[in-house]
């Protein structure tokens, strides 16, 4: 029951692609960090599966194996199979924002981003493209405005800081499966780790 | 010295009146605190201070949930209720959300000592040569999409010491989420957010109690009607206490009316005039008024249960108007200072007796039993002076020309103890009297914990566990005190706690805990850390450095000293750790270690004994402790009053005379406990404090039955028949109550004086009367 719908607003190009109910998306990112001062971009590259109203499980292979899972109370980061990070929301609730950011433009969900951003997706050279910058509510954001570039699918976020400091993540391979099935491919992955 | 006796009550009430009309311009201060009646706890004295420093921080506190589906109008109704509470001096508001400001200038404070910071989990793996977990946790932490490191914090702390210090330092089990300045949290659709404050007044005080109540009824009222359907969950002292309070006052209100209702109801049965009643009013009006004036006199308030106790206590005046009416049944006397003469020796031995025994109790160093007897002492002396020296004076009525069968009928169990052919039957109820006894005896517990004797409104208890449901806010029952004559050797006590308390953790007997050291680490400890790092990280800070592309000077550079407790003020503490900081003043500091999820005590209570300077408080514990000490000392004191009684009235009667008097009374106070325990009631504290009512007019029955003789005897046993019924009307209907001390009281009275008015009657000596009044 694979649902993609089309939607209707953008008839000359086709839309971003809608996870239906019971269906999750998993592909492989590559993020650049560019820090001000820093003498290079720190890179890094992997996995991610994305469990809607579950958890982002972003798996880094380069430059070492790591693993981050977000969930709705905050997020963890092991390594070598012991927890090394572990992060709520309640303490740092600009994530949580963040966070549902993710899941939302990961899964073509686009309109609550489009209601909080106060603006529409906007057709660029057969994509789209839409600024970020939600109105926060009294809420202190880790970045001040995202960028999207969208396809059939989210293809590249920029998060740029107030300071200056911006990541650029880029995201490929992107498939739509069963829950089950990116389950799945999640547990497969913990038998990658060293 | 009729005319004097008269003078000296006058005076004596004039002053009363106008003491009372004092202390009473501001209403009655009456406090409903129990724990209150109770003394210093037994605890060393630093520990007291402690606990005195944090209680004048206002450790009362108020919180409020606000609940909507729409956060916005959950927010707004809540700020609103706290800034009308804050307004009415009932709270001052908390800063649960400290300022973006706060957060920064505290990271500045901490940045340049970020080498000596660390936790618990990072100087364990540094120390035990795991310091590549670090570095990676670095790098994983630097790569995250979601980062909390910018390029600024990397650049100058490359392994994001500070950051992972602040996170592992200041987390907690609270479910409430930061949002648009507010602390809320979500559940089933609908938004709650938090209001919490210290009372601005004390919650046993029956004024700000009425005033948070009205205030707190008002805007509730207010916030319905604007914002329609919203859900507001409160807890705190200023409820139970105002719920208590209101709980006592309609059932003292409720018994108190049987009770008149008895006392009118057997006067005119008894009496047929409207006299004796009006005469027995005067008597107890004399005599709480002179209880109430001579207990504020000498502590400003009056306890809640000293005044149930020692009202009880001024029954006994109601017995004294019995005796004098039960005179005017002697056809023979017309004259009414006969009526006083005939009861005054009996009378004043009764007095005496009570006021002996009451003494006793008020040499104890405990604030409630000194109100009680005080109230009792005072109050029983104007009650006795209005009916020895007023009512003669108030009363020119002849003799009751009925009440022969009246009289005849109180000397049926008279003769029951007394008559040869009733021989077998006295026996016989002695034995079961006796075997009754034994069996109540082994059956006996004693109970003195606090949680079990308080009778908490069920509905206050739902709205408070539906607080700590939503959130996460655990009951914090245990904490620790731990001492030193400086911060440092505070705070280097307390890691050396830590270490105990990490194993009690492990091992599941508690949940978590929190110290100031675990947010300022000593001295020594900064020291340590600072080494550890040096020595174990340093050396991989240029390979790492390379590998997030940072090609500058080491960003660790040596920083001057170390962070010291006293660079914080109370204010700029993270509000997890500002209310640890207890006692401070030169040469004692005391910190507070918070305890959840105690599972287990007694390993807590030896990790306390192993140092002087770590005290183990646990409020319940303490207050059940402390119960469990003065039920002990109060039968301790009875018993003492005995001895001084007996002493007393050996005067009079002898040695074995006296103490063949005391045993009806001495009997009902053995029997009592036993009897009740036989009804499954648990003995405790409150039972023992009505045992000394029970001594007190169990020795008045037995006084009279031992000064009356002759004829008189009738009119004794009569008296003796008609106080036993009011006091039961008014004292044994308690035993209904829902407050659990008042139930004690009550069911201890009701089997009490019941057994004090059967067993009184062989106090009497029909071979030797006495026939010498006093």
Request: net charge negative; charged share 20%.
């Amino acid at each position: 029951m694979c649902a993609m719908i089309i939607v209707a607003t953008f008839p000359a190009q086709s839309a971003p692609l809608i996870l239906g109910e019971g269906e999750a998306v998993m592909g492989r990112f590559v993020q650049a960090r560019y820090l001000r001062d820093f003498d290079k971009p720190i890179l890094s590259e992997g996995e991610f599966f994305l469990l809607p109203k579950s958890a982002l499980i972003w798996l880094t292979e380069i430059p070492f194996f790591s693993r981050m899972i977000i969930v709705e109370e905050g997020l963890s980061q092991g390594l070598k199979g012991a927890e090394v990070t572990r992060l709520s929301f309640k303490q740092f609730p600009g994530f949580k924002l963040l966070r549902d950011t993710l899941e939302n433009s990961l899964s073509g969900n686009w309109a609550p981003l489009e209601e909080m951003a106060e603006a529409e997706l906007l057709p660029v050279d057969g994509k789209y493209t839409l600024r970020f910058s939600p109105k926060t509510n009294g809420l202190t954001l880790p970045f001040a405005y995202l960028n999207f570039e969208i396809g059939d699918f989210l293809e590249t976020v920029e998060i740029v800081k107030s300071n200056g400091d911006r990541d650029v993540i880029t995201f490929s391979d992107q498939q739509v499966a069963p829950v089950a099935e990116v389950s799945a491919a999640v547990e497969n992955s913990k038998e990658k780790q060293p | 010295m009729n005319r004097a006796g008269l003078m000296l009550y006058l005076a004596l009430l004039c002053s009363a009146a106008a003491i009372i009309g004092w202390r009473l311009q501001d209403g009655l201060p009456l406090d409903t605190n129990i724990v209150a009646m109770l003394p210093q706890s037994e605890e060393a004295e630093w520990v007291d201070r402690a606990e005195a420093a944090e209680r004048s921080q206002g450790s009362n506190q108020l919180i409020v949930l606000v609940g909507h589906p729409d956060f916005e109008t959950a927010r707004t109704a809540a700020l609103d209720l706290g800034k009308t509470l804050e307004e009415n001096s009932i709270v001052s508001l908390t800063q649960d959300q400290p300022e973006r400001s706060t957060l920064v200038s505290l990271s500045e404070l901490l940045f340049p000592h970020r080498t000596g910071l660390l936790g618990e989990g990072d100087r364990r793996l540094l120390s035990a040569g795991q310091e590549q977990v670090l570095v990676d946790r670095a790098l994983v932490q630097i790569l995250s999409p979601l980062s909390l490191a910018d390029a600024e914090l990397i650049r100058r702390d490359p392994f994001l010491l500070l950051p992972n210090y602040i996170a592992a330092s200041t987390e907690n089990s609270s479910k409430l989420l930061s949002r648009a300045n507010v602390l809320a949290v979500e559940d089933k659709g609908k938004w709650f957010v938090l209001v919490r404050g210290k009372l601005s007044g004390n919650p046993f005080d029956k004024g700000f109690q009425s005033r948070a109540r009205k205030i707190f009824n008002e805007v509730e009222d207010k916030l319905e009607k604007r914002h329609g359907d919203i859900q507001i969950l409160k807890t705190g002292a200023v409820f139970y206490g105002e719920h208590a309070y209101r709980q006592a006052e309609d059932e003292a209100g409720f018994i108190g009316m049987i009770s008149l209702l008895g006392i009118v109801i057997l006067n005119f049965l008894v009496f047929r005039s409207f006299q004796p009643l009006a005469l027995s009013l005067l008597a107890i009006a004399s005599g709480i008024a002179g209880g109430l004036a001579v207990t504020l006199l000498f502590f400003g308030t009056l306890q809640l249960l000293a005044l149930v106790f020692g009202a009880g206590l001024i029954g006994i005046s109601v017995d004294y108007a019995f005796h004098y009416f039960c005179e005017r049944f002697n056809q023979a006397s017309s004259v009414p200072a006969a009526r006083a003469r005939a009861i005054r020796s009996g009378l004043t031995l009764g007095l005496v007796s009570s006021v002996l025994g009451f003494i006793t109790l008020a040499l104890t160093p405990f604030p409630g039993l000194q109100q009680i007897a005080l109230f009792s002492a005072s109050g029983l002396t104007l009650a006795y002076l209005t009916v020895l020296y007023v009512f003669p004076y108030l009363d020119r009525a002849a003799p009751f020309r009925h009440g022969e069968k009246y009289l005849n009928f109180s000397m049926v169990l008279h003769d029951f103890w007394w008559r040869d052919e009733t021989r077998k039957w006295r026996w016989l109820f002695v034995a079961l009297l006796l075997a009754a006894g034994v069996l109540g005896a082994m059956r006996i517990t004693v109970d003195d914990d606090v949680r079990r004797l308080q009778s908490l409104p069920q509905d206050l208890q739902a709205e408070e566990q539906a607080i700590r449901h939503l959130a996460g806010i655990e009951n914090q029952t245990h904490r620790f005190f731990v001492r030193g004559s400086n911060p440092e050797e505070v705070l280097q006590a307390e890691e050396a706690l830590a270490l105990d308390l990490e194993a009690l953790r492990a091992s599941g007997i508690i949940g978590s805990y929190r110290m100031i050291s675990q947010f300022v680490p000593s001295k020594a400890r900064q020291h340590e850390n600072q080494a550890l790092v040096d020595d174990v990280l340093m050396p991989r800070l240029a390979e790492h450095m390379e590998t997030i592309g940072l090609s500058r000077l080491s960003p660790y550079q040596q920083g001057d000293g170390v962070l010291t407790i006293d660079q914080f003020t109370d204010a700029s503490l993270p509000g997890l750790f500002s209310h640890l900081r207890v006692y401070k003043t030169p040469g004692i500091v005391v910190h507070a270690v918070s305890l959840s999820g105690v599972k287990d005590t007694p390993p807590l209570v030896k990790l306390a004994e192993k140092s002087e300077n770590v005290a183990l408080i646990s409020q319940a514990d303490s207050l059940s402790k402390t119960f469990g000490a003065y039920r002990v000392r109060a039968l301790i004191m009875l018993a003492v009053a005995y001895a001084v009684v007996w002493m007393f009235l050996s005067l009079r009667y002898g040695f074995i005379g006296a103490l063949k008097v005391m045993i009806p009374s001495m009997g009902a106070v053995v029997l009592a406990p036993c009897l009740i325990a036989l009804m499954g009631e648990p003995f405790t504290f409150f039972n023992a404090m009505s045992l000394m009512l029970i001594f007190a007019i169990g020795l008045d029955y037995a006084l009279f039955n031992r000064e009356a003789s002759g004829k008189r005897q009738r009119r004794a046993m009569l008296a003796n028949g008609l106080s036993t019924i009011s006091t039961l009307l008014a004292f044994g209907l308690l035993a209904l109550s829902d407050t659990f001390a008042i139930h004690a009281f009550g069911i201890t009275i009701l089997v009490g004086i019941t057994l004090a008015y059967i067993l009184a009657p062989r106090a009497a000596d029909l071979e030797n009367p006495m026939t010498e009044p006093l």
